[in-house]
């Protein structure tokens, strides 16, 4: 459970639906291919057009996913499910049906757990089922019409829904980034938001504390952490002030407009009984062996959760950077090879959150395809170690490597002249020299004032063109003053 936060006197409350588009190459029901980017409905054959006589046959790749992530999250897989008929009118449901999960669905329980502000927090899953997703209406490029493109029904969706435990936007981007974390780490899904392959709906409410649930708002298809943070955030307070002025809050299907920041009602929100739900008859049980549990949980990595508590233990990791180095598995390998290549974890840490990220972010650029390779990070952090150059010259190291312009570490350092000076007589003698140039400084810094000592440093770095050793300058410079 978490902790409760209050906006203005009330309780947010907030349960998700996730739809993760599963990782395989064909539909759930058909052969269809799930490719995305193909020519509208040059991908749907008879079964997602619901052509007479046509009849879906399960895929077992959609089944073992769900299976995985079921395993993933402490579930409980089903070993009979069943597959329900979920009607609606739309015009992008050929069927005028969804293949849905309802009474009995394939993962059941289940939990979230994720990190906020180094706190942990664990929510509950209720379920996660397996349904086909519905096709797309298209409007940009019709004028007075709306066109229907059919490559997405049927495409294989695993449905993940929450316990309403999340009690803050916060919690909520923490929590739906570590089920996206969670599903590409398994590889069920590409984890691909800006193509729908990973789509979240928030529920959201708020009450009094100690009052029950409040009357809840669906925010549909909310495609970026960003996105979902601002519209919870704008939906509470809509909420609060519709509340505030003596309005009843109605159960609605709402969109999320990031242009203007603001939740607008698309549809007043049906409830399960106004989708008519009932066993679907072309669809036999599911039923999944124990034997298949088993093989799959054999199969499973490891999980980042228990990566991340090792990075702990073992690399004496604080929780955040462990959660860090554990946010994706191309993350936890890079990591890994680093650390291991150069002994000094926090260190690689600290360079894959800072300088790293920061190149990564800005280009857009997985970390996989990053010009700065693991083994030459920790080349680099070797040679901070050993003395070799310091932080800043590190810096322009590994920007130089970034850009391409330079092969290797040492090729950079002596290129560009970065090496550190340790030669301590050397150092001693510009050392005497800005002594003897800045007599101020030395008087105040023997009256007490610890200012005149970094004063001093940073003449002594300025004299020696940034390559001194800076924790050596300390200690001469403090054997110099004290004589």
């Known amino acids: 459970m978490t902790t409760s936060l209050l906006v203005r006197g009330y309780e947010v409350v907030i349960g998700f639906e996730t739809h993760a588009q599963l990782s395989t190459q064909s539909k759930i029901f058909s052969g269809a291919s799930t490719a995305f980017g193909a020519e509208p409905n040059t991908q749907a054959c008879a079964v997602d057009l619901a052509l007479p006589g046509s009849l879906p046959v399960m895929n077992r790749g959609a089944v073992e996913r769900a299976i995985r992530f ?3 999250v402490g579930a409980t897989v089903a070993p009979m499910s069943i597959f329900a008929r979920k009607n609606y009118f739309y015009p992008d449901l050929p069927k005028g049906y969804q293949i849905s999960q309802y009474e009995i669905p394939v993962v059941q329980g289940g939990a979230i757990e994720f990190l906020v502000d180094g ?14 997703d519905a096709g797309k209406s298209l409007h ?102 519709q509340i505030e002025d003596g309005h009843e809050i109605i159960q609605a299907t709402v969109l999320f407009d990031p242009d203007t920041g603001e939740t607008r009602m698309m549809r007043t929100k049906e409830d399960a009984h106004d989708y008519r739900y009932f066993p679907d008859p072309d669809l036999p049980p599911l039923l999944i062996a124990p034997s298949w549990v088993e093989r799959v949980r054999a199969e499973m990595p490891e999980l980042p959760g228990a990566l991340a508590a090792r990075f702990e233990a073992e ?85 130089s490597l970034w850009s391409g312009e330079g092969a290797t570490v040492d090729a950079v350092i002596e290129a560009k002249g970065l090496r550190q000076m340790n030669d301590s007589g050397a150092l001693e003698a510009i050392l005497d020299e800005v002594l003897a140039a800045n007599p101020k400084s030395v008087e105040e810094y023997r009256a007490g004032k610890d200012k005149a000592f970094n004063a001093l440093v940073g003449q002594a770095m300025k004299a020696s063109k940034g390559k001194a050793n800076p924790a050596q300058v300390n200690e001469l410079l403090k054997r110099k003053l004290a004589g």
């Open 70 to 72: 079921g395993l993933a």
């Open 119 to 132: 706190q942990r927090h664990r929510v509950r899953l209720t379920r996660a089922h397996l349904e086909e």
């Open 140 to 241: 940009e490029d019709f004028h007075g019409m709306s066109g229907i493109d059919l490559n997405r029904a049927g495409t294989p969706l695993l449905e993940i829904v929450s316990e309403p435990e999340l009690r803050s936007s916060r919690q909520a981007v923490e929590y739906a980034k570590a089920l996206h974390t969670l599903v590409v780490w398994l590889g069920i899904c590409d984890g691909n938001m800006q193509e729908g392959s990973f789509r979240c709906d928030a529920n959201v409410s708020v009450r009094r504390p100690g009052e029950p649930f409040g009357t809840r708002r669906e925010i549909k298809n909310l495609n970026s952490f960003r996105f979902l943070q601002q519209a919870i955030d704008f939906e509470v307070q809509w909420q609060i002030d």
């Open 315 to 399: 690399h004496g990791l604080p929780a955040y950077d462990a959660a860090m180095m554990t946010a994706s598995r191309a993350t936890a390998a890079y990591y890994q090879e680093a650390a291991a290549a150069c002994g000094a974890p926090k260190l690689v840490a600290n360079w894959v959150m800072g300088e790293l990220s920061k190149r990564l972010n800005a280009e857009g650029m997985d970390i996989a395809a990053a010009p700065v390779t693991a083994a030459t990070l920790a080349t680099l952090i070797g040679r901070i170690q050993d003395g070799t150059i310091s932080n800043n010259a590190a810096r322009q190291v590994f920007e």
